[in-house]
Nanobody, 120 residues
Framework: QVQLVESGGKSVQAGGSLRLSCEAS????????MAWYRQAPGKQRELVAD????????LADSVKGRFAISRDNVEKKMVFLQMNSLKPEDTAVYYC?????????????WGQGTQVTVSS
């Protein structure tokens, strides 16, 4: 079991920056990857960025060059999403995700979400 708590969402103007944080607790050592997803009103949840246990990262094309995902490399229980040059289309609820794989089964854990609103 993994519990995730996000923070950092707020309302900002276009061109601004935000840093989202996600703190994991529970079976941290079993986590294979962590990620940020977002869901805008009326749209499906989409992957924004993820980071593997080995530290490799992946960013959605829509945020490349503007967002960056990172983590604390000591306890590996905090994941961050640095968002720069924010656009109104980045407005969404941002969710932290953790994946555990056990006996070839994938288990996804989700935080409660944090709202990011970008005004033009």
């Amino acid at each position: 079991q993994v519990q995730l708590v996000e923070s950092g969402g707020k309302s900002v103007q276009a061109g601004g920056s935000l840093r989202l944080s996600c703190e994991a607790s529970g079976s941290i050592l079993s986590i294979k990857s962590m990620a940020w997803y977002r869901q805008a009103p009326g749209k499906q949840r989409e992957l924004v960025a993820d980071i593997m246990r080995n530290g490799s990262t992946n960013l959605a094309d829509s945020v490349k060059g503007r967002f960056a995902i990172s983590r604390d490399n000591v306890e590996k229980k905090m994941v961050f999403l640095q968002m720069n040059s924010l656009k109104p289309e980045d407005t969404a609820v941002y969710y932290c995700n953790a994946v555990i794989e056990k006996a070839l089964l994938r288990y996804d854990y989700w935080g409660q979400g944090t709202q990011v609103t970008v005004s033009s």
